[in-house]
């Protein structure tokens, strides 16, 4: 059985734990961890550990929304952090961007993953704040391209989107509905990896995968019925809080769970129109399980690497933007 961590960085970053906690139950599938500058909120997180990130003048009153305190409080506690990860296989990092404590401790976390275990699949998961936090945007940006530099893939989650999808949505539920995107992330990959297939694709593959770093994407869709095929393909590719661009790019994991009544025609089908935007150079793995309860229904788990978010960087690359910027300094670190 994998190993499996889910590890929440600040405000934000233990909120989408707690849902995540609270969604498993008993499934002790994923260890979880919190860990936050501020005591309180921690007290409040549901999680299997809780670390309390401090400094010898930080002691659990938040950062006030400074990143590099947020970063010398993770660096001050890094050894506590990872005295309770024990050889993970894979790591997810959830934070908000922007704040202190999840944009300036999530990087340094990660960066002490990869360099302690350099074989495990570090995933961040991290969202991006809402275009009337004017001050937040620069320092959410910067911290989004600090974490490409450590993760092996980054989800990014625009909070703008949720107005888009329902802006009468209470917010406890619209902020729930963006933390699902991190949950049915690790229950794709965990439902991938977990159970044989006919096709089978297992760790190495994913590992292979998301090596190829960037933005990734992680949907889950569904089709039942005479269109199961089309209904598939269109749940799959249309998530009302992820816009991502899919051409060129990096690669693809697509893996399909049916009865035996689909055929190979169904397949290839699904397959081709999900991976249509990537490169030639471009690698896509199909994994095949055949369930017979799934009466005349397709479930799909698409993960795909190296996209692009226009609504969030509307750049072709990372380094295009931080050049329009004027940011020489990150520049150097990619």
């Known amino acids: 059985m994998l190993n499996l961590y889910a590890i929440g960085v600040g405000g934000a970053g233990c909120n989408m734990i707690t849902r995540l906690k609270l969604r498993m139950g008993n ?32 002691i659990g009153h938040g950062t006030g929304g400074k990143v590099d305190v947020g970063e010398r409080a993770m660096s001050a506690t890094i050894d506590k952090v990872m005295s309770a990860i024990e050889d993970p296989d894979i790591v997810f990092i959830a934070a908000g961007m922007g704040g202190g404590t999840g944009t300036g401790g999530a990087p340094v976390l990660a960066k002490h993953i990869k360099s302690q275990y ?32 450590y993760v092996d893939t980054l989800i990014l989650i625009d909070n703008n989107k949720l107005l888009e999808y329902n802006p009468n949505l209470p917010l406890n539920e619209a902020f729930a509905l963006a933390d699902d995107v991190m949950i049915k992330a690790i229950k794709g990959i965990t439902d991938t990896l977990g159970r044989g297939s006919l096709i089978n694709i297992d760790y190495a593959d ?60 169904e397949a290839m089908k699904i397959a081709d129109e999900l991976t249509k935007g990537i490169s030639e150079e471009g690698e896509v793995k199909l994994g095949l399980r055949i369930n017979p309860e799934l009466y005349e229904q397709i479930n799909v788990t698409l993960i795909t690497v190296g996209v692009k978010s226009p609504q969030l960087l509307g750049h072709e690359t990372i380094e295009e933007h ?13």
């Not at 499934?27 to 501020?38: F, R």
């Not at 704040?129 to 974490?147: C, D, H, N, T, W």
């Open 27 to 58: 499934d002790d599938t994923i260890k979880t961890i919190a860990l936050n500058t501020d005591a309180k909120h921690l007290q409040l997180v549901k999680a299997d550990r809780k670390i309390l990130l401090r400094t010898s003048s930080l």
């Open 322 to 334: 931080l050049r329009e910027v004027g940011d020489v300094d990150m520049l150097d670190h990619i």
């Open 206 to 265: 994913l590992r292979a995968l998301m090596e190829k770093g960037g933005l990734a994407m992680i949907s889950l869709g569904t089709g039942s019925g005479p269109e199961r095929v089309y209904q598939a393909i269109e749940h799959t590719l249309n998530h009302p809080l992820v816009e991502v661009d899919y051409e060129g790019a990096k690669g693809a994991l697509v893996h399909l769970e049916a009865d035996d009544s689909l055929t190979v025609d």
């Open 118 to 149: 350099p074989d495990a699949i570090v995933l961040g998961v991290v969202t991006y704040p809402f275009q009337i936090e004017r001050s937040r945007l620069k320092v959410a940006r910067q911290g989004v391209y600090k974490m490409l530099e």
